[in-house]
């Protein structure tokens, strides 16, 4: 990787070892209020935005979730065969719990958790239909070889969808650190009580994240077909979809 000494470990196209570790333990440190903090800081859109990925997916597909978090999204995955990926066994270990209970009351059978990093996903190659990445992209050690796995596991013709901190060009970014540096703040230490809360890192992966551009030309880079990104409303978060050649 690059050096990214002076940006703190972070840049576009990933974060350094020791800034990763770090971030990795700011991550596990939200899980209590991990709901609780996005559906004020969206302002309520985050369970609209969930959907709208989540139709992105049809019943009876092969579905794996990487960086699923506690469970937020994979939750209301109905009717499908379901992988979570995550790098922490905290996250892991909530969102089981979580998917369990949800899926054993409707009657489905259990989701598979493997922790590992996107970076490399150990999994056969062509295995999935669709591969979810919600809110988890930004914090990819290295995001090029991230979005390479991704592929390697899609089968031919399958699709990937990310969602994550919307930043279309460098004039909405700005718009965008402003709103992390202050409203996002306020809500996390109000709901935290905590003046260090962990989602101060959350304001510093989104200075380095890239553009709409910048990830799309590196999908296509990667080997991806068909690569689409766009702001969902009201301009929070950008999803990307990007296709495996048949």
């Known amino acids: 990787m690059s050096d990214r000494s002076a940006t703190g470990g972070f840049d576009a196209s990933g974060i350094d070892e020791e800034a990763w570790t770090e971030l990795e333990k700011q991550l596990e440190a939200t899980i209590p ?13 985050d369970k609209g935005m969930r959907r709208h990925v989540r ?3 049809d019943k009876g597909m092969k579905i794996l979730e990487v960086g699923c978090g506690p469970g937020s999204f994979a939750v209301d995955l109905v009717g499908m065969e379901l992988t979570c990926l995550d790098p922490s066994a905290e996250m892991l270990k909530v969102c089981k719990k979580r998917l369990d209970e949800s899926r054993s009351s409707r009657g489905e059978s259990q989701a598979t958790y493997i922790e590992a990093v996107a970076e490399d996903i150990p999994l056969p190659d062509n295995t999935f239909d669709r591969v979810f990445c919600l809110f988890s992209f930004r914090d ?9 796995e991704m592929l390697r596991v899609l089968k031919p013709g399958g699709q990937l969808i990310i969602c994550d901190a919307g930043k279309a060009n460098w004039l909405h970014g700005i718009f965008g650190r402003i709103y ?7 809500v996390a230490r109000w709901v935290t009580k905590d003046p260090n ?8 992966t989104y200075t380095h994240y890239g553009t709409h551009g910048f990830y799309k030309s590196m999908m296509r880079e990667v080997g991806y077909t068909d690569v689409k990104a766009r702001l969902l409303f009201p301009g929070m978060s950008s999803r990307f979809k990007a296709n495996k050649p048949e």
């Open 140 to 148: 990819f050690r290295d995001k090029k070889q991230g979005l390479s």
């Open 197 to 204: 809360h962990p989602w101060k890192w959350l304001a510093r």
């Open 33 to 45: 209020v991990y709901d609780r903090v996005n559906r004020i800081m969206t302002l309520g859109f």
């Open 55 to 57: 139709n992105h997916a």
């Open 180 to 186: 992390m540096a202050t409203f996002v703040q306020l």
